[in-house]
């Protein structure tokens, strides 16, 4: 749904199209990065860019005219955002789909001259933005398999539609020319745009599986699942060279005639480290449990509350570790009932993270014992939150 | 390829519209529309007139008003929209041939029509009187980036052939038996929609290196450099000009 002219009032429409150029900018340069990096040939960048994005903007074109039939009658086609962000990458996603728009606005009318700014922060920036950071943050999460590639996309492009509306209903919020109430305007725009996210989501997910299952290195967001050429020797030397059976550089032509003089460049370059993971990990808890809790309600519990409030906890026994030095989320002799409050979960986080870790590092050491050559690759403990 | 890259919203024809140079009416469009947008909307006077101007400027450029309707018909989906205001927004209230409606609804929904159909017909109008080319040219020289130029070139010129790619695609499937009713078929679809992609991606990849042998460093040359003289300008200003008159006597009066 293009915003035409007049929607929105001037200077909203100047701001957004403010943000729109620099967003547009900031991605011809990202763009230009990526697709540097893409496909075999090793380009400069600068040269592949037009083409590149150029085609794939007309297929995001092509892609929106294909119709998918819900039910008798009625049928949805697909926005792209998501899409686009998956397959190219973030900044290369922006680009096309502003590019679209624009050629919409300009040849088509399709969409206002001066909205065309509200349009490229809306349906460019905030679905590609959104969709690729939850695909990002699904894809490190999940276990690394095509299945969680497919899962990812498919909440991706479930959340980006929904983030659409909710940017368009906050631009309208700050420059609608009809006094609709706001709240009306959220709940009709989410409302519709969740169900329209539902399809979007599936046929994103559907799609991406299937390039991903003929052409998985032209899949941006599963460009980290590829893995360099593993050399297995055989036991025998000499008689079965068995390559791994990877899934995007098999073609790749393996040397297979010296198994004994392998030149293989460090077989271990390929496991990540977890170590970034984990800081960031630790830096949130204790963020949420030190910092946040010092703005947290008093009676975070809702069932607490009710409770409370409905005069059920009257008959309630205290508690086993009722007078422990951190009972009921603070710390014993701090006066300030919030400072106590994060100091209990820093130390609480301290505490589960110890526990979890130590117990993560004897079941590892088990599993090594057990099977010398096993992959370490299980995910570091989900550091603890409590606030 | 070969057929002329004149797209359907083209018009061919030698009306002193569209010997005009891209960039000039590309400019004279942006500055009308952003001039429509700033009138207020209780001026309806104001509107009667913009819409005349655009009507004498369709007239220059001989663009038969069937054409130019038709190609309204874009705007269909906003205008449901527009029909919702009156229903919903707040404020006093009116009765209009028995509905309940409220009077700041009837005026937003009022605003969008007007400014909004507004903005299309200048599209259009521009649209059918400049050649692709042209348009695309007119961008670069009123300093959008080149690289956003050239992208935007490469996605019209094969925005065609893509969409053929996929026409194939769909008689393909048809000719297979398969015909899409619901949503059981949607696996099938999107598995055209991922082969499409690659091909589009692929055929990128061929047309970037057909180029690079031809000597391409990522930039395109200039052919013509064509500039506006004063008299195309000062023709082309007549549009927005005139309308911000008319915008200036909307504040005033």
């Known amino acids: 749904m293009h915003v035409p002219d007049g929607f929105i009032n001037a200077p909203v429409s100047a701001a957004a199209g403010v943000v729109a150029a620099a967003a547009v900018a900031v991605s011809l340069r990202g763009a230009r990065r990526e697709l540097a990096g893409a496909g075999t040939g090793g380009g400069t960048g600068a040269d592949r860019t037009a083409p590149l994005a150029g085609l794939v903007a007309a297929f995001i074109f092509a892609v929106q005219m294909l119709n998918f039939p819900v039910a008798a009658g009625t049928s949805g086609h697909l926005l792209g955002g998501a899409l686009a962000a998956i397959l190219v990458g973030p900044y290369t996603g922006v680009l096309c789909v502003s590019v679209v728009l624009l050629m919409q606005g300009v040849l088509f009318a399709d969409g206002g001259l001066t909205a065309l700014g509200i349009n490229i922060s809306d349906m460019a920036l905030t679905t590609t933005v959104v969709a690729y950071g939850v695909f990002r943050l699904l894809v490190k999460v999940l276990p690394r398999t095509r299945r969680s590639i497919t899962v990812a996309s498919f909440a991706a492009a479930l959340l980006s539609v929904p983030a659409a509306a909710v940017c368009f209903t906050a631009l309208y919020a700050l420059g609608g020319t009809t006094d609709v109430p706001i709240g009306k305007v959220f709940t009709a725009m989410v409302g519709v745009h969740v169900l329209i996210g539902l399809g979007e989501a599936v046929i994103t997910a559907l799609t991406v599986g299937a390039v991903i299952a003929v052409r998985p290195d032209l899949v941006h967001g599963a460009r980290d699942l590829a893995r360099p050429l593993e050399l297995r020797t055989a036991p025998l030397a000499g008689t079965a060279p068995a390559a791994a059976p990877d899934q995007t550089t098999a073609d790749e032509p393996t040397p297979a005639s010296a198994p004994a003089s392998t030149p293989t460049p460090a077989p271990a370059a390929p496991r990540r480290s977890t170590r970034p993971l984990w800081l960031a990990g630790l830096a949130a ?17 809702g069932l607490e509350k009710v409770a409370h409030d409905k005069g059920l906890d009257s008959k309630t026994e205290a508690h086993a570790a009722a007078d422990s030095p951190l ?11 919030r400072l106590a409050g994060g100091l209990a979960g820093v130390i609480g986080v301290a505490a589960t993270l110890a526990v979890g870790t130590g117990v993560f590092v004897v079941l590892r050491r088990r599993k090594a ?11 570091a403990p989900a550091p603890a939150e409590q606030g | 390829m070969g057929a002329g890259h004149a797209h359907k919203l083209y018009r061919d024809g030698a009306s002193p519209v ?17 001039v429509v947008v700033a009138t207020p909307r209780t001026a309806v006077w ?25 190609r309204l018909l874009i705007e269909v989906p906003f205008v449901a929209f527009a029909v919702l205001m009156p229903f919903v927004a707040q404020g006093p209230r009116t009765h209009v041939l028995g509905l309940d409606l409220s009077v700041g609804g009837l005026w ?16 259009v109008l521009l649209a059918a009187t400049t050649e692709l080319r042209q348009l695309l040219l007119g961008l670069e020289r009123l ?13 019209i010129r094969y925005g065609d052939v893509i969409t053929d790619e996929m026409r194939r695609m769909r ?27 690659i091909r589009s991606y692929e055929r990128g990849e061929r047309v970037h290196l057909a180029m690079v042998s031809r000597g391409y460093t990522g930039t395109m040359p200039v052919l013509d450099r064509t500039t506006a003289t004063r008299t195309q300008w000062t023709r082309a200003a007549a549009l927005p000009l005139a309308a911000l008159a008319v915008c200036l006597l909307g504040w005033t009066l």
């Open chain 1, 369 to 379: 014992a057990a099977t010398p050559a096993a992959d370490a690759d299980a995910p």
């Open chain 2, 108 to 123: 937003g929904a009022w605003n969008i029509l007007a400014k909004g159909t507004l903005g299309v017909a200048a599209s």
């Open chain 1, 327 to 337: 009972a009921d989320y603070s710390v014993k002799d701090i006066a300030d009932p």
């Open chain 2, 143 to 155: 300093k959008v980036p080149p690289l956003l130029v050239q992208i935007a070139g490469f996605m």
């Open chain 2, 171 to 197: 008689i393909a499937r048809l000719s297979r038996g398969f015909e899409a009713r619901g949503v059981r078929h949607w696996g099938v679809l999107a598995k055209s929609a991922g082969a499409l992609f």
């Open chain 2, 18 to 34: 569209h010997a005009l140079p891209a960039h000039c009416k590309i400019a004279a469009v942006l500055g009308f529309v952003l």
């Open chain 2, 46 to 70: 104001a509107f009667a007139l913009y819409a005349v101007l655009l009507a004498a400027v369709a007239a220059a450029a001989r663009v038969p008003a069937g054409f130019l309707l038709r």
């Open chain 1, 285 to 301: 808890a204790l963020l949420c449990a030190g910092g946040l809790s010092y703005y947290a309600s008093s009676s975070p519990d």
